[in-house]
C-alpha cells in the first residue's frame, strides 16, 4: 500500500509565506515526478509546480518567482515552500507522485488527502 500525506497548511495574511511537506510512504520501487496542484472552491483542480526525480522544476505561470517545489529522493518528501501568498492561492493544495510500487509492472499517480490553504486580504 502507498500513501502520500501532506501537512504543513493553515491561515496567512496576504503576503505572508507557508510551507507544505507532503511525505510518500509504502512499497515504493521508485518515483518519478512529484507534484502539487491545488483546488480553490468552485474551482477545477489546477497544476502549480513538479519536480523530476532528477530536480528539474517547472510552475504554473501564476505562482512562478514565489513559490519553489523541492524534493528529497531518500526521503520520499516533496516540499512547497510559498512565499508572498495572495488571496487567490486560497485552496485545498494535494501532492501527488507517479512511481512504481512493489508487485505493479507500470507506475501510477498517487495522491494525498489535501491540505487547506487560506490566505486572508
Known amino acids: 500500500q502507498v500513501q502520500l500525506v501532506e501537512s504543513g497548511g493553515g491561515l496567512r495574511q496576504a503576503g505572508g509565506s507557508l510551507r507544505l511537506s507532503c511525505s510518500a510512504s509504502g512499497s515504493i520501487v521508485n518515483i518519478y515526478d512529484m507534484c502539487w496542484y491545488r483546488q480553490a472552491p468552485g474551482k477545477q483542480r489546477e497544476f502549480v509546480a513538479r519536480?523530476?526525480?532528477?530536480?528539474?522544476?517547472n510552475y504554473a505561470d501564476s505562482v512562478k518567482g514565489r513559490f519553489t517545489i523541492s524534493r528529497d529522493n531518500a526521503k520520499n518528501t516533496v516540499d512547497l515552500q510559498m512565499n508572498r501568498l495572495r488571496p487567490e492561492d486560497t485552496g485545498v493544495y494535494y501532492c501527488?507522485?507517479?512511481?512504481?510500487?512493489?508487485?505493479?509492472?507500470?507506475?501510477?499517480?498517487?495522491w494525498g488527502q489535501g491540505t487547506q490553504v487560506t490566505v486572508s486580504s
Open positions: 501527488n507522485a507517479d512511481l512504481i510500487a512493489v508487485g505493479s509492472p507500470l507506475s501510477y499517480i498517487y
Open positions: 519536480v523530476t526525480s532528477g530536480g528539474s522544476t
